[in-house]
């Protein structure tokens, strides 16, 4: 099975590398059959958010067919989203996926590239109401959600629940449970500064 984690700049870190820990760590732990590649839409460095500096597997010209495809967020997509050549690339990507994932804003390129309309889909709280206003995505404000072989999160850290249900769906819960026990990913309690409570917070967290 081939798995492209697309990467452009200005790419959020987390929303690539979280998912990209459990998918490794399946494959490490319970025997994961997936072939993990970082995708770009050229082979060379990709400029991070935060400063990460990253080198892609394969470029669009060489990237072969992927079974899984996942897209994440961060400040770029907001350039990429007018990239014709990134979404159509991934419209095409998409259409002989089993399934699409986005973390963050990458459900921005996913409606770019005609895969979120219709649909019930999340993205980063800060961007719950850009959402909204493209009019034709039900909005539900949960920590991921499925809808047919789409796939979407809230933002950043929610893109390792995202991989972890993703993998309980495609091999079972013990596949998902090892790889979340060696990555020791069990989050605590606590809550700080009770942001649960600001007025922006996404209902997932407001009804703890």
Same mark, same amino acid.
């Given at each position: 099975?081939?798995?492209? !984690? $697309? ?10 590398? +979280?998912? #990209? ?7 490490? @732990?319970? &025997?994961? &059959?997936?072939?993990?590649? !970082?995708?770009?839409? %050229? ?6 958010? %935060? ?25 770029? @997509? ?10 159509? #690339?991934?419209? %095409?990507?998409?259409? +002989? ?16 590239? +005609? ?12 961007? $719950? ?19 047919? %072989? ?16 993703? !993998? ?41």
């Amino acid at each position: 099975m081939n798995f492209g !984690i $697309l990467v452009f700049d200005d790419v959020e870190e987390l929303d690539f590398v +979280g998912p #990209w820990e459990m998918l490794t760590m399946w494959q490490k @732990t319970a &025997s994961g &059959s997936a072939n993990c590649l !970082i995708v770009a839409e %050229k082979k060379q460095p990709v400029r991070c958010a %935060k400063g990460l500096s990253i080198n892609p597997h394969v470029g669009f010209d060489d990237c072969p067919p992927l079974d899984v495809l996942l897209v994440p967020g961060g400040q770029g @997509t907001r350039r990429e989203v007018s990239n014709p050549v990134l979404v159509d #690339w991934v419209a %095409k990507q998409a259409a +002989g996926c089993q399934a699409v994932l986005s973390v963050c804003t990458g459900a921005f390129v996913l409606h770019a590239a +005609g895969l979120l309309g219709g649909k019930k889909a999340t993205t980063h709280w800060g961007s $719950l109401d850009r959402l909204r206003a493209l009019g034709d995505v039900e909005v539900v404000e949960e920590r991921f959600v499925r809808d047919g %072989k789409v796939w979407s999160s809230a933002g950043v850290s929610a893109g390792i629940d995202l991989m972890l249900a993703f !993998i309980a769906d495609l091999a079972g819960e013990d596949a998902a449970g090892k790889a979340q026990f060696f990555s020791e990913y069990f989050p605590s309690a606590a809550r700080y500064g009770n942001y649960e409570a600001h007025d922006e917070a996404p209902a997932y967290l407001r009804q703890r």
